[in-house]
């Protein structure tokens, strides 16, 4: 996948986004270890292609990972659990998506099954909706990973396809934000 990664025009970075329990903000020299563990976990890759090797990962992660408009990292009590990535993918396969916003989503199993995803995905739909008002999102997960699935059900993302593509059925969803009736 080498679809180009911008958001514009985003005003970044934004201040720390707090919800009740999880702060979103840019990526710090701090979270390289997270980001690691992150993009070596076979669990978290089981939908996404597989993991990278963590030796590759440990010799060639930038100081400051993953740094750039739209890519959040979550944090609980101080510590990374994932990381949001809001990104525009120009050379999008799926013309319904293309030009349009793109929401990903990582989080460490051990921060699974308790909200955390959800809780950090609307706070960062509604900065979204805030800083680009009327903007859709569109989300892509395979049909296989369910909570995924389930999650992007939990935030209003609703089916535009399913596809094939890398060996698997995959689910193109889109989310739009609620605009107040005159
Ligand atoms: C997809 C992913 C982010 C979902 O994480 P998740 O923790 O299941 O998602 P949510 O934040 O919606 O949490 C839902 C679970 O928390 C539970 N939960 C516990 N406390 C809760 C609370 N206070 N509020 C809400 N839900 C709560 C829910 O009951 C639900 O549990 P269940 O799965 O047993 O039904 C995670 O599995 C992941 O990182 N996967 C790997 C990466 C990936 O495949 N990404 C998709 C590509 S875009």
Redesign the pocket.
């Known amino acids: 996948m080498s679809d180009e990664i911008t958001v514009h025009p985003l005003p970044w970075p934004p201040a720390p986004i707090r919800t009740e329990r999880l702060v979103l903000r840019e990526p710090g020299t701090r979270d390289r270890a997270a980001f690691i563990e992150l993009l070596a976990s076979p ?6 292609g597989g993991p990278r090797p963590r030796d590759e990962l440990e010799r060639e992660m930038s100081p400051v990972p993953e740094r750039w408009p739209g890519s959040f990292v979550v944090e609980l009590d101080g510590s990374m659990i ?1 990381q949001i990535l809001l990104r525009r993918a120009t050379g999008n396969r799926r013309p319904a998506a293309a030009g349009k916003a793109d ?7 051990r ?9 950090a995905c609307a706070a960062a739909l509604g900065w979204f909706a805030d800083a680009l008002p009327g903007e859709p999102v569109v ?3 395979q049909t296989a ?1 369910d ?2 699935m ?2 992007a059900a ?1 935030l209003g993302f609703t089916e535009v396809e399913r596809f094939e593509a890398w060996g698997a059925e995959q689910w193109l969803g889109m989310w739009s934000p609620v605009t107040p009736s005159a």
């Open positions: 669990e978290v890759h089981t939908y996404l994932g929401l990903g989503y990582l989080f460490l199993p921060a699974w099954g308790f909200g955390y995803a959800a809780e989300l892509a997960t990973n909570r995924s389930r999650l939990k």
